[in-house]
């Protein structure tokens, strides 16, 4: 199991996944006064967060990282391993849209009742942690498709 390298693609999937959901996702500063962070578990803030209700979208990593470790219980069972991967791949991707329509959901909220205000949006680490994310476990089911095709090929021999 810890000779292939789908394995440390996959624990380094799970590793980033859980480091992303502890720091914020985006930081937002409107006017030079207020600052506003997202986080995995909703906005907060400095000042008051009049209107802003966010749901956690906690769920999704932890989705993900619950298929990434189904992906190495299941080390013997390939094809189990290469949907487990898919559907990782698919929340990940899920987490990052969301994250990304709560934000600009925000914005459009704050800016309903003032369209003069200055605001600046900043992509913190998170973001770039989720984004590098899915090039790893890309490589953990394409290492998984190898290991399938050599299998297969070893089994026409016989």
Known sequence: MIQRIQTLY???FCTILFIASSLPFASLNINNESLY????TGWESTSSLDGLKVYP??????VAVSFGIL???NYKKRPKQLRYGM??????????????FEVSNTLEILLKNNSNLKYNIKYLYST???I???PVIFLANRAIKKDQK????????R
């Open 57 to 62: 979208f906690y769920s999704g990593y932890l």
């Open 71 to 73: 992906m190495l219980v």
């Open 150 to 157: 050599l299998v297969s090929s070893l089994d026409r021999l």
């Open 132 to 134: 590098s994310s899915l």
């Open 37 to 40: 962070f997202l986080y995995p």
């Open 10 to 12: 996959i624990l380094l």
């Open 87 to 100: 559907f990782s791949y698919f929340f990940v991707l899920l987490t990052i849209v969301y994250m990304l």
């Open 128 to 130: 770039y942690l989720l």
